[in-house]
């Protein structure tokens, strides 16, 4: 007797399931299969494939609702019961179809990014990790019901029936709103914020401070070496030295100049600005060739590839600074202080452009902004234009730009007709530029302006490529011609699409080097060839440096 009880409880959770509601999950989670930008392994894919029958699921029961609400009537129970049983055949049967041709799908994009193809999606471990999802998520669902339905009926002996339903709405929100916000959002914040401060200020043994007193964090520096942070020490320490550029290149190369302000070196972001605008006068880095403003991202982090390169282009004679406004990782940072890293990008760009224009100018370096990511957010909102027509700084090199970047966002809009959403051409191309893996920024007939500004993405960029409207309509990217790295079997399906790209969003840095948000050296280079004007390197020496980084 006992035996039978898993069994019973079975087939009664089973007939207690929407007819209709199975019917529209089947369908969003057969969908949820196809490719989209990035890989999936089996546990994501089985986390998106239960997301997805869940919503459907609901869309289904929403639909059900509604024709009960027009009152239309319900099939009899004897009619009812066959078919639940007619639909579990269908759904398992549509279900094992699109888990065993998941793989072609994945390879469909693992192809022209150059990984190793699978023989298997692992349709077994995605099935039971979709189940379980599925599950966990129709049991907040029914509970969030429950508290619908107790409430409305406590309401109905004092207000309106309707009145009441539409109470029970609002208490059931409110108090879901409360649990997640007040218990899980604030304790995995606070934990969060607890783990990330404790990683920055980890001090790695195989880091030493630097000796030469030129060096931010020595001796004779104004910022300390714990103070700097973890990503702060790892940018000063880490990039190369005038040695190893001019072994390189056979040259007398120069000592970059590398400024970092960590986030404990001062309580605001004007007083870390001004420390940073003291250190880059101690270091002289206004008698530069190239000077750089940095936007860390949401770490602190600076992408080497992107500084390295540069170091390497002008043979050392560039200085570059960055000013930590967080320790967070940048999707927590954007989510708990959205503002806090324009702020801090403003107040650098301020102090460092009101001193590099009140230098004569044939006697201050070229000025550039950079940032990757959040950090591009923030670097692209440090200034107006309006504000430096007068005397422009040379350009700006953002890579991996967010979906919500201001002025990204008005120029792929605005691009030319014809021009695709993934390497829009914008006007006659004297002031923006896009490229990517392929150098793309030799537009025929096109002259720089004394501004030049050049956006590095990726098509398979789900960061630059996210869009909400993907819940209801098919985004332009999706339109042929599409991009190098994405897959010709990408399909649009709405709300699929949307969960997909929330995933494809929180596996954007486990991208192959050259895809998704992971951007390469070699890919910086002619971008930064481009926006620096780089002059008196041959096609070949270029080559060869493209190697050099594409082997370490």
Same mark, same amino acid.
């Given at each position: ?125 995605? =099935?039971? *990790?979709? $189940? ?8 907040? @669902?029914? /509970? &969030? !019901?429950?508290? #619908? ?18 109470? =029970?709405? *609002?208490? $059931? ?8 916000? @007040?218990? /899980? &959002? !604030?304790?995995? #914040? ?22 030469? $007193? ?339």
């Amino acid at each position: 007797m006992a035996g039978l009880m898993p069994h019973r409880w079975i087939v009664k959770f089973w007939t207690s399931l929407s007819a209709t509601g199975l019917y529209v999950g089947t369908l969003l989670f057969a969908a949820s299969f196809t490719p989209s930008l990035l890989p999936r392994t089996f546990t994501t894919q089985g986390i998106l494939s239960g997301a997805c029958f869940a919503a459907g699921y609901c869309i289904g029961l929403f639909g059900r609702w509604l024709a009960r609400y027009l009152e239309f009537p319900d099939p009899p129970e004897h009619v009812l019961r066959p078919i639940k049983y007619v639909s579990a055949a269908l759904c398992a049967f549509v279900a094992s179809v699109f888990l065993w041709q998941a793989a072609e799908w994945q390879n469909s994009i693992r192809v022209p990014m150059g990984l190793d193809l699978l023989d298997s999606a692992h349709p077994l471990r995605t =099935g039971l *990790v979709a $189940a379980a999802t599925f599950i966990v998520l129709l049991f907040l @669902g029914r /509970l &969030f !019901r429950l508290i #619908l339905t107790f409430t409305s009926f406590r309401l109905r002996r004092f207000i309106p029936r309707r009145v009441a339903n539409v109470l =029970g709405v *609002v208490v $059931a929100i409110a108090l879901f709103w409360a649990v997640a916000e @007040g218990i /899980l &959002f !604030r304790f995995s #914040l606070r934990a969060a914020d607890a783990s990330f401060r404790a990683y920055n200020e980890l001090i790695e043994p195989e880091i030493e401070r630097p000796a030469d $007193a030129r060096k931010t964090g020595s001796a004779a520096s104004l910022i300390d070496w714990e103070d700097l942070g973890r990503a702060g020490r790892e940018f000063v320490a880490s990039g190369p030295s005038a040695a190893e550029i001019g072994s390189f290149w056979g040259v007398d190369a120069m000592e970059p100049i590398r400024v970092y302000v960590g986030l404990n070196a001062a309580e605001t972001a004007e007083e870390r600005a001004e420390l940073a605008l003291r250190e880059l006068n101690r270091t002289n880095a206004f008698e530069r060739s190239v000077l750089v403003i940095i936007t860390p991202t949401g770490t602190g982090w600076s992408d080497p590839a992107a500084i390295d390169t540069l170091e390497y282009l002008h043979d050392g004679d560039v200085a570059s600074v960055a000013v930590q406004y967080s320790y967070l990782t940048s999707w927590l940072s954007l989510l708990v202080e959205p503002d806090y890293g324009t702020e801090n990008a403003r107040a650098l760009f301020s102090a460092v452009y009101e001193r590099w224009r009140d230098l004569p100018k044939d006697r201050r370096p070229r000025l550039y902004l950079h940032g990757l990511s959040l950090g591009s957010f923030g670097s692209e909102a440090s200034t107006e234009l309006f504000e430096i027509l007068g005397d422009p700084y040379q350009g700006a090199l953002w890579s991996g730009p967010p979906f919500a970047n201001r002025m990204w966002q008005y120029v792929t809009r605005q691009r030319n007709p014809g021009s695709p959403e993934w390497l829009p051409r914008f006007r006659d191309g004297s002031y923006v530029r896009f490229t990517n893996q392929f150098n793309e920024l030799a537009i025929p007939g096109a002259v720089w302006g004394p501004m030049r500004i050049v956006y590095l993405q990726y098509a398979s960029d789900p960061v630059t490529f996210f869009e909400y409207q993907s819940l209801y309509r098919r985004p332009e990217w999706m339109n042929q011609p599409r991009g190098p790295d994405v897959s010709p079997e990408l399909r649009w399906y709405p709300v699929v699409t949307f969960l997909q790209l929330l995933v494809d969003m929180a596996l954007a840095t486990t991208a192959p080097m050259g895809h998704g948000h992971v951007y390469a050296p070699e890919h910086y280079i002619d971008a930064w060839m481009e926006v620096t004007a780089v002059n008196g390197k041959s096609g070949q020496q270029i080559q060869r440096l493209k190697e050099h980084f594409a082997i370490r």
